[in-house]
């Protein structure tokens, strides 16, 4: 009785290990980009003059992806809360591309004196696959 409880054990066990390196395979990116490959992101937003601010967006992947680029919103703030100055997203492209980064110097003029900043994500297609870091955000700057 013995051998029959630990030979089912064993056999749940072996089971077990085998579904879970099945699961584990498949849950790798299959050449697809790694979750982790854009390494760093910075962006700065500083005043020009009234009413104009530069952005800079720069990011650094640890492959050779096929295309880099970033999405901007720019918030104001209101008594005290972050609202969506734009309607939509804008998309920059990168102005340099290199192999495995990405870098970007953008003018933005407002309508309105007041302090604003830009929501920015960064996103690296490779082979197929897409992968996304943010929302970053850059300081404030007043207009």
């Known amino acids: 009785m013995l051998r029959k409880k630990m030979f089912l054990c064993l056999a749940l066990c072996l089971t077990l290990l085998l579904s879970t390196v099945s699961v584990f ?37 640890s492959t050779q992806p096929d295309r880099m680029y970033a999405q901007v919103m720019l918030q104001r703030n209101v008594g005290g809360t972050w609202s969506n100055y734009w309607s939509n997203y804008i998309t920059i492209a990168d102005d340099n591309p290199a192999a495995s ?18 929501k920015v994500y960064v996103t690296e297609t490779y082979d197929g696959a897409t992968n996304t870091v943010g929302p970053n955000y850059s300081q404030s700057a007043s207009l």
């Open 25 to 61: 395979a498949a849950a790798g990116n299959g050449g697809g980009v790694d979750p982790q490959a854009i390494t760093t992101t910075s962006g700065s937003f500083v005043r020009v003059k009234a009413l104009k601010g530069e952005l800079t967006i720069s990011a650094f992947s």
């Open 101 to 118: 980064a990405y870098g970007a110097v953008r003018y933005i003029t407002v309508e309105d004196s007041g302090t604003y900043r830009c």
